[in-house]
């Protein structure tokens, strides 16, 4: 979901790497779609932390589907140390793999946060030790379809986003050989913020409507996104995050480009019952908007309804 004024500072992937130990935690839309990708590729050894056991994973891509076979671990307790981390979970659920990633880290492991939100480091760093946290911003799009088939959509030419310093190339390196394109950029900041914009209307919108993105193209709909954006553009220049001054028309339009079939994450847990992954998106926008005694009444009020639905997932009704 790379915004089309974002200019790239580099990325693609390097052109050699050693075998690397790569655990991919959370075997969800985007972990299964990252897992298939770098196991079609076998330049390193992937192992998936996950719930249940998979013995193989079918990856269905642009460049043709394959059938890769697939190791899993269901115990935290087999879990060892490895030279990456994938953290592939929702943002709210990141507590809940501490002891995946207790097992998993050590100084020397790079753990790649593939998670919706801003303050990426904050949110992980109490749970990995020494670990160095690498941000990112994921564009594509993927969609778990149960029990052994994940559906990868590239939705623009990057697929992630990472800041251009060692630690981002390490990892645009590490997806070399996969589809996955890494857009290296020293405004990682920026770009961390209108994903969030694009994730405050395109989850909420289909969660709440259990609609896919098509949804965003309803004239109401439309018209009612773009005011969310509004509001929220003004807490986004409160942080002093730089933005153009008609943010929000851009990322209205950007978000007209994505295929109108593709679902969001909001959209899928709320299918499956699950708890929704609102308050590192649009809860972020109104705690923020708080801080700054900013009034945010359309995104407070899409948390409140966000807030009764997850909440009624969590009692299982």
């Not at 050894?45 to 394959?66: F, N, W």
């Not at 998670?115 to 020494?130: D, L, M």
């Not at 390490?170 to 914009?197: C, D, I, N, Q, Y």
């Amino acid at each position: 979901m790379t915004l089309p004024w974002a200019k790239p500072a580099g990325g693609g992937a390097a052109p050699s790497q050693a075998r690397m130990t790569v655990a991919v935690v959370g075997l969800g839309n985007i972990g299964a779609a990252i897992a298939g990708s770098l196991c079609a590729a076998n330049r390193h050894d992937v192992i998936a932390c996950s719930r249940k056991p998979l013995q193989h994973l079918i990856l269905e891509r642009d460049e043709g589907t394959v059938e890769v076979p697939l190791r899993t671990l269901t115990d935290p307790a087999a879990a060892t140390v490895v030279d990456w981390a994938l953290l592939c979970t929702k943002a709210h659920l990141t507590p809940a793999v501490a002891p995946w990633l207790a097992r998993l880290c050590g100084p020397r492991t790079r753990v790649a946060v593939l998670q919706n939100g801003i303050e990426q480091a904050r949110r992980v760093g109490p749970f990995i030790g020494e670990a160095t946290v690498v941000p990112t911003i994921v564009y594509y799009n993927g969609e778990r379809i149960p029990p052994d088939r994940v559906r990868l959509r590239h939705v623009s030419k990057d697929d992630f986003a990472a800041r251009d310093d060692a630690d981002g190339r390490a990892f645009a390196a590490l997806l070399a050989g996969t589809p996955l394109h890494v857009l290296l950029s020293a405004e990682f900041e920026t770009l961390a913020w209108r994903k969030l914009l694009i994730n405050v209307i395109a989850n909420p919108m289909t969660a709440l409507t259990l609609q896919r993105q098509a949804v965003l193209r309803h004239e109401a709909i439309r018209e009612f996104s773009l005011a969310v954006l509004e509001e929220a553009v003004v807490v986004a220049r409160a942080e002093g995050v730089s933005l153009a001054p008609d943010e929000a028309a851009r990322v209205m339009a950007t978000t007209l480009t994505y295929p109108p079939e593709a679902g969001t994450s909001m959209y899928f847990d709320r299918l499956a019952g699950r708890t929704l992954e609102a308050e590192p998106l649009t809860g972020a926008i109104v705690a923020i908007g708080k801080r700054h005694g900013i009034p945010t009444p359309l995104n407070s009020a899409l948390l409140a309804l966000l807030r009764a639905i997850s909440d009624a997932a969590e009692s299982g009704r």
